[in-house]
């Protein structure tokens, strides 16, 4: 049994907290409804969480998730929306050996030589990242990405922060 206050009817207190309840309510809708443009779902396993909050302005760097549109003839026509983590920034050198790549003598991971449908892939073959750009790769050993189109130009990403 609950306590009431003196002078408190129960209906007064149970109308209080529905009020109070629809007021956070409203609140949550709108800072989701103002936000939904800022809200980035990643499609497919590249890398290893789904949602993501953009952090337009914020410049591209190391350890940094980043979406950018690229474009491959393995991909088909026109630009696919890709969400990635920078590995490997300007300036730091691309090397690779045997069948693995590594960015300044840092294992980075291996490369496939054929898609899941059996096309031929080609690696890239590795070299100094150029100022302005930066070698990006999913989470996913499968994930496409620059060591198939080798590194992109920071101008052409976005920012990203992983929520799920």
């Known amino acids: 049994m609950s306590e009431q206050v003196?002078?408190?009817?129960?209906a007064t207190r149970a109308t209080g907290g529905l009020i109070v309840r629809l007021v956070?309510?409203?609140a949550l809708?709108?800072?989701v409804w103002t936000g939904m443009d800022?809200?980035?779902?990643a499609r497919g396993e590249s890398?290893?969480?789904t949602l993501f909050w953009t952090a337009p302005g914020a410049n591209p760097e190391l350890g940094n998730y980043v979406t950018l549109l690229a474009s491959h003839p393995i991909m088909g026509e026109g630009e696919a929306?890709?969400?990635k983590l920078i590995v490997c920034d300007e300036g730091m050198t691309i090397t690779v050996q045997d069948h693995t790549f590594f960015c300044d003598g840092q294992r980075l991971g291996g490369y496939l030589t054929q898609t899941w449908?059996?096309?031929?892939?080609?690696?890239?073959?590795?070299?100094?990242?150029p100022v302005g750009s930066a070698f990006v790769m999913?989470?996913?050993?499968r994930s496409f990405d620059s060591r198939y189109f080798g590194p992109v130009e920071k101008r052409r990403m976005v920012v990203v922060r992983g929520l799920l």
């Open 138 to 141: 999913g989470t996913h050993p």
């Open 24 to 26: 956070v309510l409203a």
């Open 47 to 49: 890398v290893d969480k």
């Open 81 to 83: 929306l890709l969400t």
């Open 29 to 31: 809708i709108g800072i």
């Open 117 to 129: 449908d059996g096309k031929p892939l080609t690696a890239w073959e590795g070299g100094k990242v």
């Open 38 to 41: 800022r809200i980035h779902v």
């Open 6 to 10: 003196a002078g408190e009817q129960p």
